[in-house]
Nanobody, 121 residues
Framework: QVQLVESGGGLVQAGGSLRLSCAAS????????MGWYRQAPGNERELVAS???????NYADSVKGRFTISRDNVKNTVYLQMNSLKPEDTAVYYC???????????????WGQGTQVTVSS
C-alpha cells in the first residue's frame, strides 16, 4: 500500500504565500504523475497542478503565474508553492500520486488526506 501525508496548509491573508508538501511512502516502485487538487464547499474537486516525468507541468488557468508545482524524486515528495493567494483559493487541497507498486508492479492511484487552505480578504 501507498500512504500520502500532506502538510503546510493554514490561514493566510490575501497576497500571502503558503507551501504545501505531500510525502509518499510504502510499496512504491515508481511514481509517474504527482498532482494537487482542491475542493471548495459546494464545488467539485478540480485539478490545480500536475507534474509528470518528461512532460511539461500543467496548471489550472486560475493559478498560472502564482502557483508552482515541483517534486523531489528521492524523497517521493511533491510540493505546491502558492504565492499571491486570493480568497477564491480557499479550499481543501489534496495531493494525488499515480505510479506502480513494488509488490505486483500494478498501477496505483492514491490520495492525501487533504489540508485546509484559507485565504482571508
Amino acid at each position: 500500500q501507498v500512504q500520502l501525508v500532506e502538510s503546510g496548509g493554514g490561514l493566510v491573508q490575501a497576497g500571502g504565500s503558503l507551501r504545501l508538501s505531500c510525502a509518499a511512502s510504502g510499496s512504491i516502485f515508481s511514481i509517474n504523475t504527482m498532482g494537487w487538487y482542491r475542493q471548495a464547499p459546494g464545488n467539485e474537486r478540480e485539478l490545480v497542478a500536475s507534474i509528470t516525468s518528461g512532460r511539461p507541468t500543467n496548471y489550472a488557468d486560475s493559478v498560472k503565474g502564482r502557483f508552482t508545482i515541483s517534486r523531489d524524486n528521492v524523497k517521493n515528495t511533491v510540493y505546491l508553492q502558492m504565492n499571491s493567494l486570493k480568497p477564491e483559493d480557499t479550499a481543501v487541497y489534496y495531493c494525488n500520486i499515480q505510479g506502480h507498486d513494488s509488490t505486483s508492479y500494478s498501477l496505483f492511484r492514491s490520495w492525501g488526506q487533504g489540508t485546509q487552505v484559507t485565504v482571508s480578504s
